[in-house]
Each structure stands twice: as structure tokens, then as C-alpha cells.
């Protein structure tokens, strides 16, 4: 099984930057995108971004585009999220997940995603 651990989670005041990682460990032919998720209490997930592994295309919820972006390091094995002029509402437990697509890009959908972390606390204040 794909395994992902997350960590970057912080407090910062608003229209600060943290940078999230996420580790990826046994990759697997079944597994092509990588995607950022968050919830905050009471509140449903959120597909906030995605890693397309092939082609290295991204996706973003319409929430944080402009302000977050996704990448990975030259082994694969790490995908970051920068988060950059962060806001209250994104306050959020955020969670990375793997998955697969037959599309050259990832949805930003829960059901796409078989693997997922443990989380990671972001609040911003």
C-alpha cells in the first residue's frame, strides 16, 4: 500500500506562508495523482489541489488559486503545498491523499483518492 505522512502544519497570522509536505512512500503503478485536501470542524472536505504525477499538471479549488501551489521534489518521493497569503478560512486540518486517474489531470473529488495521511493542523489567526 501507498503510505503518506504529512507535517508543516503551524499557526501563522493571517497573509503569512507555510509550506506543507507530504511523504510518499511505495509508490505504486495504481497510484498517479497526488491531492491536498482540508476540513475544518464542522465543514466538509475541500479538494483544495492536485499533483498529476505524469505530466506534472496541476489543479486547484477556485479558494486558493493564486494563493497555493503544489509540487514535488526531484525523487518523487515529497509533494509540497506553499501556501501563501494565507486567510482565517483556511483553517483546516489538511490531509494529502493518493489516487488514481485515467484523465492526464487529477480531480479534486474524496472518491478519487484510495490512500490518505493522517492530517496536518494549519490555523491562521
Known amino acids: 500500500d501507498v503510505q503518506l505522512v504529512e507535517s508543516g502544519g503551524d499557526s501563522v497570522q493571517a497573509g503569512g506562508s507555510l509550506r506543507l509536505s507530504c511523504a510518499v512512500s511505495?509508490?505504486?503503478?495504481?497510484?498517479?495523482?497526488i491531492g491536498w485536501f482540508r476540513q475544518a470542524p464542522g465543514k466538509e472536505r475541500e479538494g483544495v489541489a492536485a499533483?498529476?504525477?505524469?505530466?506534472?499538471?496541476?489543479s486547484y479549488a477556485d479558494s486558493v488559486k493564486g494563493r497555493f501551489a503544489v509540487s514535488r521534489d526531484n525523487f518523487g518521493d515529497t509533494v509540497y503545498l506553499q501556501m501563501n497569503s494565507l486567510k482565517p478560512e483556511d483553517t483546516a486540518m489538511y490531509y494529502c491523499?493518493?489516487?488514481?486517474?485515467?484523465?492526464?489531470?487529477?480531480?479534486?473529488?474524496?472518491?478519487?483518492?484510495?490512500?490518505w495521511g493522517q492530517g496536518t493542523q494549519v490555523t491562521v489567526s
Open positions: 491523499a493518493a489516487g488514481f486517474t485515467s484523465q492526464p489531470y487529477c480531480y479534486l473529488f474524496g472518491y478519487a483518492y484510495n490512500y
Open positions: 511505495r509508490y505504486t503503478f495504481s497510484s498517479n495523482c
Open positions: 499533483l498529476y504525477l505524469g505530466a506534472g499538471s496541476t
